[in-house]
């Protein structure tokens, strides 16, 4: 998911969610503080002198991956690990507040959500679930880092309750609201190849046409033969 419009309405201001049984912070490739940019590369510092990795393309709508229902990931192993990094730091280089697997074209069910974007605490999650939808669901503004000149109101609920595992394998539950459950929400539909504008009311979808018609045209343009 993509932050917009600070301080406009939609948006609430960026809190903590109280998450009830909390993962310690993911510590594996969040090369945050600190990076100096080469080209595509990215230097970590900190993390003994010699680890670089990829900032990926970002997969724009009507990529045909975005659509696809993401495996289970059944093996977390050294390869996932630097897969999820390299999702965290893609996220954080694109100013995101989530971003999915899918996104960076590998259709795993293996998200990155930054839950308090004012603090930076972004958590990757594997095979996460969502076990509870907690109140009445709020209308308020949502981009996405595929659609980086859209954004729209989406109906989601205000907390929710998750279970993921973490880069080690261990099993986590999660109990976050506002901003995080809407990242949370947002991510986990791109793993079922559902994304925001399937959500949003026919009015807006109606002002939203045309900006998605000129990106399937750019699509097709990029990928002649592809068949979103
Ligand atoms: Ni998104």
Redesign the pocket.
């Given at each position: 998911?993509?932050e917009v419009s600070s301080g406009g309405a939609g948006w609430p201001n960026p809190r903590p969610g109280p998450a009830g049984k909390r993962a310690p912070p993911v510590r594996a490739g969040s090369g945050g503080a600190g990076r100096h940019k080469f080209g595509p590369l990215v230097f970590r510092a900190g993390s003994g002198g010699t680890s670089f990795l990829a900032i990926l393309t970002i997969r724009k709508y009507p990529d045909p991956v975005l659509r696809e229902m993401s495996r289970p990931v059944a093996v977390i192993d050294a390869k996932l690990r630097r897969l999820a990094a390299d999702l965290l730091d893609t996220m954080l280089d694109a100013g995101g507040l989530?971003?999915?697997a899918p996104?960076i074209g590998i259709p795993l069910r293996l998200a990155a959500v930054d839950f308090d974007p004012g603090k930076r605490d972004p958590r990757i999650l594997v095979n996460p679930l969502i076990t509870r939808r907690i109140g009445r669901k709020e209308l308020k503004e949502e981009g996405?880092?595929?659609?980086p000149e859209l954004r729209s109101q989406v109906k989601r609920s205000p907390r929710v309750i998750f279970r993921a595992q973490d880069l080690t394998g261990k099993m986590l539950e999660y109990d976050v609201e506002g901003l995080a459950a809407r990242a949370v929400q947002?991510?986990l539909d791109?793993l079922d190849g559902l994304?925001?504008v399937d959500k949003i009311g026919p009015s807006d979808k109606q002002s939203l046409r045309r900006e998605l018609a000129e990106m399937e045209l750019a699509y097709a343009e990029l990928h002649p033969g592809d068949r979103p």
């Open positions: 998911m993509r989530g971003l999915a996104q996405c880092l595929s659609f947002h991510e791109h994304l925001f």
